[in-house]
């Protein structure tokens, strides 16, 4: 758990590990402007009876992750046993972290910093979800740049595989993610991700722009041919 009061703002930069460098690549991550890559561990799956138990999120800018945000939260009620079996996360390790209000006004602050940025998850409708639901709840404005969801975007460039989950695309990248089921392990991962994709969409799909990436993510899904 972090240290100090309230949620805390980690700049580690993915510890400065160095993402995808074709020079077109950085070009086009840049003309896509500020990009937050986003992920929840949350209580349950239902965005109005369950609540968020932890918030992971990376800002990309060219082809590095310049900051990161990380916070455990106090969800004020029992973990779910099957949640902690998932995540390791139980309620000893969530004493003394922040309570919601207090953890999701400082994200909201955090992402806030560079305004319109992207919003970015793997399967990116979930978080969005709670994101909306803890910003509503605590008259917060919303999110006010584009969404882009990492398993849709990999549905359309990657129709060959079988599987869409983090750890199908981690493995079809070679990405490592030391901390699979915790927040910023996974919002690294699909970080990570997200940037291989986005290779892999102007090399394919001449994607040179947000426009074009929205269209991608929009477009019908390609079939696998067998």
Avoid at 202 to 209: K, L, P, Q
Wanted: net charge positive; charged share 20%.
């Amino acid at each position: 758990m972090l240290s100090g009061s309230g949620a805390e703002v980690v700049r580690a930069g993915l510890r400065r590990a160095a993402l995808p460098s074709q020079a077109a690549c950085e070009e086009l991550v840049s003309r896509l402007g500020p990009i937050a890559v986003v992920d929840l561990e949350t209580t349950g799956l239902s965005a109005e009876q369950c609540t968020i138990l932890e918030i992971g999120a990376v800002r990309i800018s060219g082809l590095r992750a310049v900051d990161t945000f990380h916070t455990l939260i106090d969800p004020g009620t029992a973990i779910p046993p099957f949640i902690t079996r998932l995540t390791g996360i139980d309620r000893s390790m969530v004493e003394g972290a922040p309570p919601l209000a207090r953890a999701i006004c400082a994200f909201h602050a955090w992402a806030g910093a560079v305004p319109g940025a992207a919003f970015v998850a793997h399967n990116s409708s979930f978080d969005a979800r709670f994101v909306a639901r803890a910003y509503a709840d605590h008259a917060l404005p919303p999110w006010s740049g584009p969404t882009f969801c990492t398993v849709r975007l990999a549905r359309r460039l990657l129709p060959e595989l079988a599987r869409y989950d983090l750890d199908t695309l981690s493995a079809r990248f070679g990405i490592a993610n030391r901390w699979r089921h915790r927040a910023l392990g996974d919002a690294e991962a699909a970080a990570r991700a997200l940037l291989e994709l986005i290779e892999l969409a102007r090399d394919e799909h001449g994607v040179a722009n947000v426009g074009d990436l929205v269209t991608l993510q929009a477009a019908r899904r390609k079939r696998a041919t067998r």
